[in-house]
């Protein structure tokens, strides 16, 4: 089954924590090797900054209004992705709590993938 694990990176006044510092480069390197020798990633990327976003919205009457930036109503904003076909739920689980997005006040969200060709 895939699974889309997503990337949410602290906020910078929760990383500024001492007992938070972010995950090293070589933590991120050693793991994208790692789950991507496992097989089981089928897509991942990192996406870049949000300040270099474009946010689009189409209105009712069906007028399209793009603007600079995300347009988010959350504190968390998405910093990348892996997709990953895995047997099961606790198999995901397990990879994202591997992540080194999941530490220093990072979430990693496991959503399963819609499959609407499935009976």
């Not at 995300?70 to 992705?81: Q, S, V």
């Amino acid at each position: 089954m895939k699974y889309m694990l997503l990337i949410y990176p602290p906020r910078m006044t929760d990383a500024s924590d001492s007992a938070c510092t972010p995950p090293a480069i070589e933590e991120w390197m050693l793991f994208d090797k790692t789950i991507k020798d496992a097989g089981v990633v089928v897509s991942d990327a990192a996406l870049q900054d949000p300040t270099v976003a474009t946010t689009v919205r189409v209105g009712n009457s069906g007028e399209r209004t793009v603007t600079d930036g995300p347009f988010a109503e959350t504190r968390e904003l998405i910093g990348g992705f892996y997709v990953v076909d895995v047997p099961n739920l606790d198999v995901a689980l397990d990879w994202a709590a591997r992540c080194p997005g999941s530490q220093a006040g990072g979430t990693i969200e496991v959503r399963p993938v819609a499959d609407f060709e499935q009976g």
